[in-house]
């Protein structure tokens, strides 16, 4: 036979398993929502990437100190070349010293090439470039801007940058 004190035991049994019980299910909501969040971090992530790749946006993440920036640190403009195919074969080897060979844009003309640079401006170490053509197409009153990217977003290695800029 159950003496009262017994049933408050197990009353209070029951009653620590179901505190205990919740505070488990707390715990296995709290990782659901941290799982939540970062299946949300890796979507941004991949929708970052994905619309980097796509052109929408041109957003780039330093890897070291996962600074974002968009803009480019340098933006230099170039006559359009005659061995187009060869600048870029070139440039996407890494032989960034063929870009000594091209004529500096001078004034506006309906064809050229822009090299962009875009260096981490938090740690100045990671960078990378793009190669696109812009073409000026002249419509009824004005003057529209058509870029087609060769290169996107390529990759400039850290060792030896000095003399690949040289
Ligand atoms: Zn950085």
């Not at 036979?1 to 009653?15: D, G, K």
């Not at 299946?39 to 990437?49: F, K, N, R, T, Y």
């Not at 890897?63 to 803009?71: A, G, I, N, R």
């Amino acid at each position: 036979m159950l003496s009262p004190v017994h049933l408050l035991n197990i009353a209070r049994v029951v009653m620590e398993e179901g505190t205990w019980g919740m505070t488990s299910g707390d715990n296995v909501a709290g990782l659901e929502l941290a799982c939540v969040w970062i299946a949300e971090g890796l979507m941004i992530v991949g929708g970052s990437i994905y619309m980097a790749r796509g052109g929408l946006t041109s957003y780039i993440c330093c890897p070291d100190c996962t600074v974002w920036f968009k803009d480019p640190t340098k933006t230099m403009s170039y006559e359009m070349p005659e061995d187009l195919d060869k600048v870029v074969h070139d440039l996407k080897g890494l032989n960034l010293k063929t870009l000594h060979h091209l004529t500096p844009l001078t004034g506006q003309k309906p064809a050229s090439l822009e090299f962009d640079i875009f260096f981490c401006p938090a740690c100045s170490t990671f960078g990378c470039f793009d190669l696109q053509t812009v073409e000026l197409i002249q419509k009824k009153k004005k003057v529209e801007t058509k870029k087609a990217k060769l290169i996107d977003r390529l990759l400039l290695p850290k060792e030896g940058l000095a003399d690949l800029l040289k």
